[in-house]
T-cell receptor, first 114, second 111 residues
Framework: GAVVSQHPSWVICKSGTSVKIECRSLDFQATTMFWYRQFPKQSLMLMATSNEGSKATYEQGVEKDKFLINHASLTLSTLTVTSAHPEDSSFYIC??????????FGSGTRLTVV | GIQVEQSPPDLILQEGANSTLRCNFSDSVNNLQWFHQNPWGQLINLFYIPSGTKQNGRLSATTVATERYSLLYISSSQTTDSGVYFCAGLLNTGTASKLTFGTGTRLQVTL
């Protein structure tokens, strides 16, 4: 139980384009999901908390207009990296908290902006 | 926010060896979790351990909340144990519950 599916697993995009990453809770409902960013050989840094039906809460230093988060249903949150640039290249991971298994993480999305 | 430090930062073990990973946190946390991130990036939840000791096969963990640290023991290590081990503390701030990750221990198990 408590599976979080994240797509795509990897994506390469051109500088200036936008990329959407999906995070789905498959067997539970998640009113709250979390988006993390991880640079090579570093820890996970929380970017934002995605709240179903309301605005996301962004951590200090994270540009909300750059990283658009939508949580339109109890099982789906999306992160859109707008006008991507090479410095946005990173590993993005989503997470949701299930009632029985605690925090469960998606498999991550490796974004490369060229 | 809380600071979570892990040691050692890097560890190389020969298969079959035992090891202890440490996690220190700067403030009281409501719970503590240990995760293993495999070489493909997937995070696996190992333990939810706000206090006391738990065991799961070759792995066990102990948290001493009053002294703000947690230990992860790996016995008879295998090459599949390689990856990065993170501890993460949960801090409740009003309605938000956020996991703060430690700095990680990168483990390589060799034959």
């Amino acid at each position: 139980g408590a599976v979080v599916s994240q797509h795509p697993s990897w994506v390469i995009c051109k500088s200036g384009t936008s990329v959407k990453i999906e995070c789905r809770s498959l067997d539970f409902q998640a009113t709250t999901m979390f988006w993390y960013r991880q640079f090579p050989k570093q820890s996970l840094m929380l970017m934002a908390t995605s709240n179903e039906g309301s605005k996301a809460t962004y951590e200090q230093g994270v540009e909300k207009d750059k990283f658009l988060i939508n949580h339109a249903s109890l099982t789906l949150s999306t992160l859109t990296v707008t006008s991507a640039h090479p410095e946005d290249s990173s590993f993005y991971i989503c997470s949701a908290r299930s009632p029985w298994y605690g925090y469960t993480f998606g498999s991550g999305t490796r974004l490369t902006v060229v | 926010g809380i600071q979570v430090e892990q040691s050692p930062p890097d560890l190389i073990l020969q298969e079959g060896a035992n090891s202890t990973l440490r996690c220190n946190f700067s403030d009281s946390v409501n719970n503590l979790q240990w995760f293993h991130q495999n070489p493909w990036g997937q995070l696996i939840n190992l333990f939810y351990i706000p206090s006391g000791t738990k065991q799961n096969g070759r792995l066990s963990a102990t948290t001493v909340a009053t002294e703000r640290y947690s230990l992860l023991y790996i016995s008879s290590s295998q090459t599949t144990d390689s990856g990065v081990y993170f501890c993460a503390g949960l801090l409740n701030t009003g309605t938000a519950s956020k996991l703060t990750f430690g700095t990680g221990t990168r483990l390589q198990v060799t034959l």
